[in-house]
Nanobody, 113 residues
Framework: QVQLVESGGGLVQAGDTLKLSCVAS????????IGWYRQAPGSQREFVAL???????TYADSVKGRFTASRDNAKSTMNLQIDSLKPEDTATYYC???????WGQGTQVTVSS
């Protein structure tokens, strides 16, 4: 079974930069595309970015220009760098493998003013 584990969240200040990671359970990462989603308190889970197997990203309009998704297939790792963090970025961030419909457990990002 494919398993995904996110890390890198924490309490940060507005304007900071943060890098989140999503690691697959196996070194033989064969799940293709990986998505990033986030869910703020009291809100629906929303799409953030989709990263193809060749590293080509697609971003939601709400995060375009500040978020950068990347992947290292040799390390079975997908990263999401968030620049110029804003309080409205506060959410739990999840990675998702659409081929297997499997989610990670999420990592919490809290941005203070």
């Amino acid at each position: 079974q494919v398993q995904l584990v996110e890390s890198g969240g924490g309490l940060v200040q507005a304007g900071d930069t943060l890098k989140l990671s999503c690691v697959a359970s196996s070194s033989g990462f064969k799940i293709g595309d990986i998505g990033w989603y986030r869910q703020a308190p009291g809100s629906q889970r929303e799409f953030v970015a989709l990263l193809s197997i060749d590293g080509s990203p697609t971003y939601a309009d709400s995060v375009k220009g500040r978020f950068t998704a990347s992947r290292d297939n040799a390390k079975s790792t997908m990263n999401l760098q968030i620049d110029s963090l804003k309080p409205e970025d506060t959410a739990t961030y999840y990675c998702y493998a659409p081929t297997y419909r499997i989610w990670g457990q999420g990592t919490q990002v809290t941005v203070s003013s």
